[in-house]
Each structure stands twice: as C-alpha cells, then as structure tokens.
C-alpha cells in the first residue's frame, strides 16, 4: 500500500509562514510527478502546486503564486510546501499528491495523503 506521510500544518497569523512536508516511497517519488492540493470547509478540493521527478518543471495555481514554493528532496524522497505570506483564506486541509504522469491543474493524481489542516488567523 502506497502511503504519503504530511506533517507540518497548523496555526499562523495572516502574513506568515509554514512549510508543510510529504515523505513516501522511493519507488513513487522517483518516477512521478508529485502536488499538493487543498480543500476549505464547503468548498471543493483545488490544485495548489506540482513538481515533476527531476524537480525541474512545476506548475502552480494563481491563487497562490509568488507566496507558495513546491520542492523536493530526492534523498530523502520528501515533497516540499514553502507557504509565505498566507492569507486567511488558505486556510484549509492541504493534501499531498503523487503518481501523476504530468505537471498540470488536470493531472490525475492517483496517491494520496491524509492531509495536514493549515489554518491563517486574520
């Protein structure tokens, strides 16, 4: 069974920063495109940021471009989240996502984490 560990969510002032972190296999880190996607109360769950598997080519929604970095970590088979500048209205339950084939909002993601909640107070 595929699994992908995040850590790193919780509670930050609007303005601030938080860096969230997704560890998985060597074999789905290596071969795949990896993202993160999120999901606020009531709302649906949104792409937020890919990376393919040599790290060289991401993709990131407007909403969050500029403030947000995706990365990873390829020794250790870590997916990374660099959060700057949140706004209230990031808050939501931030999921990480592995297996896609390509780096884009349409990609079907067929792992995923358990999500870690991140919430921005005003």
């Known amino acids: 069974q595929v699994q992908l560990v995040e850590n790193g969510g919780g509670l930050v002032q609007a303005g601030g920063s938080l860096r969230l972190s997704c560890a998985t296999s060597?074999?789905?880190?290596?071969?795949?495109?990896m993202g993160w996607f999120r999901q606020a109360p009531g709302k649906e769950r949104e792409f937020v940021a890919a990376i393919n598997w040599s790290g060289d080519s991401t993709y990131y929604a407007d909403s969050v471009k500029g403030r947000f970095t995706i990365s990873r970590d390829t020794a250790k088979n870590t997916l990374y989240l660099q959060m700057n500048n949140l706004k209230p209205e990031d808050t939501a339950v931030y999921y990480c996502?592995?297996?896609?084939?390509?780096?884009?909002?349409?990609?079907?993601?067929?792992?995923w984490g358990q999500g870690t909640q991140v919430t921005v107070s005003p």
């Open positions: 060597e074999r789905i880190f290596r071969r795949y495109v």
């Open positions: 996502a592995g297996g896609a084939e390509w780096v884009g909002p349409d990609a079907m993601f067929r792992y």
